[in-house]
Nanobody
């Protein structure tokens, strides 16, 4: 079982940047695809970005493409999400997740391990 802990959220003005981290413990993230999801009040949890086991394949939701960058450092057992040019509509709780497979998945149901979430609030 992989335990995941997110950090780096906070309050930022529109146009600003934040870097989220997802630190894993218990088991390694090596060989596992990872993802960042977010959930705004009253909305479904949605996939923001995902990365395969090697980092060679990434996915971004259209709403964040060109602004967010996902990366992973297996030596540090950590995944990151660099968020630039933030908009008020990016406000949500951000969750990291891991799945017991090499490839990315677009479905939250295919991720077995989840963090507790970190709040990102973007003011206009």
């Amino acid at each position: 079982q992989v335990q995941l802990v997110e950090s780096g959220g906070g309050l930022v003005q529109a146009g600003g940047s934040l870097r989220l981290s997802c630190a894993a413990s218990g088991r390694t993230i090596s060989g596992k695809a990872m993802g960042w999801f977010r959930q705004a009040p009253g909305k479904e949890r949605e996939l923001v970005s995902a990365i395969n086991w090697s980092g060679g394949t990434t996915y971004y939701a259209d709403s964040v493409k060109g602004r967010f960058t996902i990366s992973r450092d297996d030596a540090k057992n950590t995944m990151y999400l660099q968020m630039n040019s933030l908009k008020p509509e990016d406000t949500a709780v951000y969750y990291c997740a891991a799945r017991l497979d090499l490839g990315v998945s677009y479905s939250r149901h295919e991720y077995q391990n989840w963090g507790q979430g970190t709040q990102v609030t973007v003011s206009s």
